[in-house]
């Protein structure tokens, strides 16, 4: 089938690439299905929403940022997603791009999306008491240790 994307045009894509949000996303709760888009030759990705072509997400791994980024998922988090390995997970982050000053890009290690590739299934994941940075430069001077060391 053929959707409408914001930042692609109308690309072809099948229903089982569709990932389901079962609580959708916080503040788009109601947008409960997306498609990663993504290129071989990019760290950068798009969470498209499947209903909404104006609805799209800017993506990473947030390994891009901070090599040593660790996340914990609680058990009934996993048991959610249907999680029984790691090779199961996708962990992306959101990308905020200020209209007109791409210099100051952010990216959300604070709350990542989990993704269970085999079952389709993602969640948004609000991390506390890590210290992971909600705002963290994209294109910042500083190196992935000090990320690490803000924890």
Known sequence: MKIKTK???EVEVTKEEMIYFPVGLPGFETEDQFIHLHSE???????????????????LSPFEICPDYDLVLEEAKREQLGIT???????????????????????????????????????QVILTDVGYPLHCRLWAKKSPQNIVAAK
Do not use: R
Request: glycine share 6%; net charge negative.
């Open 7 to 9: 930042f692609y045009g």
């Open 41 to 59: 030759d990019s760290v950068f990705g798009c969470l498209q929403s499947f209903k909404n072509p104006g609805t799209a997400f800017i993506v």
């Open 85 to 123: 390995k790691p090779e199961e997970v996708l962990l992306l982050s959101i990308v905020t791009i200020p209209p007109d000053h791409p210099e100051d890009a952010t990216v959300n290690l604070q709350a990542p999306l989990v993704i269970n590739t085999t079952a389709k299934k993602g969640l």
